[in-house]
């Protein structure tokens, strides 16, 4: 059983490169999340998904861009990687009602 | 105001202490309550659902008071493995899930 997976694992991004966060789920879930968790903080929200083609912001969109073409997937997007940014990110997804599912997190450090 | 809100702690217990977590939440209009667990540098877990009515889990008791918008956690007769950082989640209907900043625990010997 697969779950929730993130990929990669761990980064190490300059600063004003971009990449993408992967993130896919094979259990047919609506919702999906992405959250990031800086050093003894709680988890934030930046961008959440109800299904395929609607996104919608969370706390901290800014700095980030989000697209959900298949159900499965939702992958989080970096522009201009700043210093800033350096945390630990999450993705989850969850049916209706229901709690939700975690992947193992990317950490990523912009220098 | 934070949407959910919580004691960051830590609170310090000995083994076989009761410890209470509380947690408040500023949308009325939150449907779905749940608290997780995290360990060092790990994925949050599912700890338990929270429902209206109150429910248990072993040693764990979950409640939400609609009326004063707060959920507790209730955990009997700790153990040096319930040592971890204990969040709860408030959602707006049913799509938004919002984390509080978590309760660290640490229990003692």
């Known amino acids: 059983n697969a779950g929730v997976t993130q990929t990669p694992k761990f980064r190490i991004l300059k600063i004003g490169q971009s990449m993408t966060l992967q993130c896919a789920q094979d259990m047919n879930h609506n919702y999906m999340y992405w959250y990031r968790q800086d050093p003894g903080m709680g988890l934030k929200l930046i961008y959440y998904?109800?299904?395929?083609?609607?996104?919608d912001k969370g706390e901290v969109p800014n700095g980030y861009n989000v697209s959900r073409s298949t159900t499965e997937d939702f992958p989080l997007r970096l522009e201009l990687a700043a210093p800033s940014q350096t945390s630990v990110y999450f993705c989850?997804?969850?049916?209706?009602?229901?709690?939700?599912?975690f992947g193992q997190g990317t950490r990523l450090t912009v220098v | 105001r934070k949407e959910v809100e919580q004691d960051p702690g830590p609170f310090n217990v000995p083994e076989g202490a009761t410890v209470a977590f509380n947690c408040t939440y500023s949308?009325?209009?939150?449907?779905?309550f749940f608290w997780y667990r995290q360990d060092c540098r790990k994925e949050p877990k599912l700890l338990m659902s929270v429902y209206s009515s109150g429910n248990e889990d072993g040693r764990f008791t979950a409640q939400l008071n609609r009326a004063s918008q707060y959920i507790s956690l209730l955990i009997r007769d700790s153990k040096l493995s319930d040592s971890a950082t204990y969040l709860c989640?408030?959602?707006?209907?049913?799509?938004?899930?919002?984390f509080g900043t978590g309760t660290r625990l640490l229990v003692s010997p």
């Open positions: 989640v408030g959602g707006t209907g049913f799509q938004k899930l919002v």
């Open positions: 998904s109800v299904g395929a083609g609607i996104t």
């Open positions: 949308n009325s209009a939150s449907q779905s």
């Open positions: 989850a997804s969850r049916p209706p009602k229901a709690e939700a599912f």
